[in-house]
């Protein structure tokens, strides 16, 4: 089966279903890591990497199906919101944290490029490819679909970039902390008035506060748990969640529940998940948020907190409080989840499988609903709807 995916990549790295693109009122994108992989524990540099590559997916549907894959520039490293999704689905934009490094193919280097995906083109294409900060991770486009924020995890900073029709243009750096701050994942308030920015190598959360195309940090910056990592933000804007991930060291870890509207805005309740939270996406009503777990399944298989699954938690939001409602076993190293736009259904992203799983869910229970084979390693996962 891998063969046959490998052959098939390198005969074209573009597919098209019979339908286009913009057909459907309900689209995935996902970014796929083909140079990295998990050695022991570490993500490192394979010997025959194929091409990376963006998987767009037809969301309509269940399971989600196949519309196109075109090569794109795409990285494991880094949290899974590494896509964002036009408003009105005309482009995608998808970073790439790390490269090979050129003096060393057995080795990573920072990246800083990051991806327009023209949607709407016929095949869709990468339009234009900007220069962003060193490590650009958590990427994110404000609702009026005129700014975009991108994480530069290898410096310390956020790049602002304002957005015109599907050209982007660079406006300016935001620094956060020192230069190992790592902000991570970024995410606006509906207004588009505030951003909210983790930083797992300082352990801190920031708020920006934006008036146009003018991004200024707050003084305050918020402390949910050890090294927050992924994040969102309810479409009511009235609350925010962000994953702590923890030490590593085969602890349980956490996500914390932030009231954005307090003035300031603080965390008001967290809750044990498992190790490593690597994603996690709110529900479109505002009423769950799914996670996406390690596990151990990132762990050396010597390690005595390694596990042969991850797991997709999902979680009730109730006022400013979270409560655990169902988990289940979902591949290894998992990576991004991303919600149907009835939240009847969601989708994980599996790494070592290779494979984007596809569930059911009820209010209560996960059911298994299909697979999606990828090619390379889906890393970053984004769905938009209109």
Not at 217 to 228: D, F, H, L, S, T
Not at 229 to 255: C, E, F, K, Q, R
Not at 370 to 375: H, L
Request: glycine fraction near 8%.
């Amino acid at each position: 089966m891998q063969s046959a995916r490998l052959a098939s990549l390198a005969a074209g790295l573009l597919i098209l279903s019979v339908y286009p693109v913009a057909a459907s009122a309900q689209l995935a994108v996902s970014a796929n890591d083909g140079k990295s992989q998990l050695v022991e524990g570490n993500a490192v540099a394979m010997e025959t990497p194929i091409p990376d590559s963006v998987t767009i997916l037809d969301f309509s549907v269940s399971p989600p199906k196949v519309v196109a894959d075109i090569a794109a520039p795409a990285s494991i490293v880094g949290p899974p919101s590494s896509v964002a999704i036009a408003p009105d689905l005309s482009f995608a934009l998808v970073t790439a944290a790390m490269k090979v490094d050129p003096a060393d193919p057995k080795k990573m280097a920072p990246d800083n490029r990051m991806s327009v995906i023209d949607l709407k083109a016929n095949p869709p294409a990468v339009s234009s490819t900007v220069e962003t900060g060193a490590g650009p991770s958590g990427v994110a486009i404000n609702a009026s679909g005129t700014l975009a924020l991108v994480c530069n995890r290898a410096e310390g900073t956020v790049s602002v970039f304002t957005i015109a029709g599907k050209e982007l243009t660079a406006a300016g750096k935001v620094a956060l902390g020192e230069a190992k701050s790592g902000p991570s994942a970024v995410a606006f308030t509906p207004d588009g008035k505030m951003a909210f920015v983790t930083r797992d190598g300082d352990s801190k959360i920031s708020v920006l506060n934006i008036d146009g195309n003018k991004v200024e940090a707050q003084k305050r910056e918020i402390i949910a748990g050890i090294k927050p990592y992924p994040l969102d933000i309810t479409a009511s804007g009235d609350l925010a969640a962000a994953g702590n991930v923890g030490g590593g060291s085969g602890d349980a870890d956490t996500v914390s529940l932030i009231d954005v509207k307090a003035n300031p805005p603080r965390v008001v309740d967290t809750i044990t998940v498992g190790q490593t939270p690597e994603h996690l996406k709110i529900s479109p009503d505002g009423k769950f948020i799914a996670v996406t777990v390690q596990n151990g399944t990132n762990k050396p298989k010597s390690s005595p907190f390694y596990n042969d699954n991850s797991l997709a938690v999902i979680l009730a939001i109730d006022g400013k409080k979270l409560s655990k409602v169902t988990e289940s076993k979902i591949g290894r190293w998992c990576q991004g989840a991303a919600w149907s736009k009835d939240g009847k259904m969601l989708v994980v992203q599996s790494a070592t499988d290779q494979e984007i799983e596809a569930y059911s869910f009820d209010g209560k229970e996960l059911k298994p609903v299909g697979t999606i084979p990828i090619k390379g390693r889906p890393a970053g996962i984004a769905a938009a709807s209109k």
